[in-house]
């Protein structure tokens, strides 16, 4: 059900470019923005995001009519997003393989394989956009040691180049389907979620502005929330950086 689909060859950032751009996109939503390159990608936080070519870069920006949740739960799509690329990757990568971490975070054999940035706007109405970066053509097994230590490509676990537009519609079907069937409850997407959890089991460290939470990670509870169970009892936590795990 798109209604726009804009493809660059160069850009700086998807997302900057379609939330600079809401005014131009508002009656012509949901949008598509992809690029084949970003001089200025941005990750969550103050991280910078480079991707070489071969990867899939994009951006959905959309509006309250495209989203069957509640803005005030729109927080949700952060989770439901990294479901769907961890649901797509599994089509080419042994399911095994394929790992979510909290919030977003793809990770293939244990190295992350996908970015994702949600947005969330307020221009006279509510906008979210959701900005995902994913290494599939663009091999990592040239790159500096300790890039190959943390990050790897789809390419460099099937052995072969994926067809970009394929991988991207994959996407787009389920990130669709779960969130329609999102609308009334998060439950659907918990179970993959929690089958899927890099960090369950593992002792973790978040950073949440000036204060450091550690604990055992026991997954995620019914609103997306990481749960940790720290010295002082278990811990649900919407927001954060994970910095040790
Ligand atoms: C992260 O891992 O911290 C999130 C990375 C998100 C990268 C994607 S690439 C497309 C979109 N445009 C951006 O500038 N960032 C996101």
């Not at 480079?50 to 509640?70: K, N, R, W």
């Not at 959701?130 to 790159?143: K, P, T």
């Not at 979620?193 to 949440?208: A, D, F, I, K």
């Amino acid at each position: 059900n798109l209604k726009t689909v804009d493809v660059f060859d160069e850009i700086t950032s998807t997302n900057d470019h379609a939330l600079a751009s809401i005014e131009h996109y508002t009656d012509h939503l949901p949008a598509l923005i992809v690029a084949r390159s970003q001089t200025k990608g941005r990750g969550r936080g103050t991280r910078s995001w480079f991707a070489a070519d071969g990867a899939l870069t994009f951006s959905l920006l959309m509006g309250e009519a495209d989203i069957p949740i509640a803005p005030l739960a729109w927080h949700r799509c952060s989770i439901v997003a990294g479901v769907a690329m961890c649901q797509t990757l599994e089509q080419y990568a042994d399911g095994d393989m394929v790992q979510v971490k909290w919030p977003n975070d793809v990770y293939l054999a244990g190295r992350k394989v996908c970015g994702i940035l949600v947005e969330k706007r307020e221009q006279g109405r509510p906008y979210l956009c959701v900005g995902i970066g994913v290494n599939v053509n663009n091999s990592l097994e040239q790159a500096p040691f300790d890039v190959q230590q943390r990050a790897i490509a789809l390419t460099d676990v099937t052995h072969h180049q994926h067809f970009l537009p394929e991988v991207l519609l994959e996407f787009l079907k389920r990130f669709r389907s779960l969130c329609s069937e999102n609308a009334e409850s998060f439950a659907s997407v918990l179970p993959y979620w929690r089958s899927h959890c890099l960090l369950t089991g593992r002792q973790v460290e978040m950073q949440q502005g000036e204060r450091t939470f550690v604990g055992e990670c026991h997954g995620i509870d019914a609103e997306g929330a990481l749960l940790l169970e720290t010295s002082s009892g278990r811990r649900a936590l919407v927001s954060g950086e994970i910095v040790r795990w």
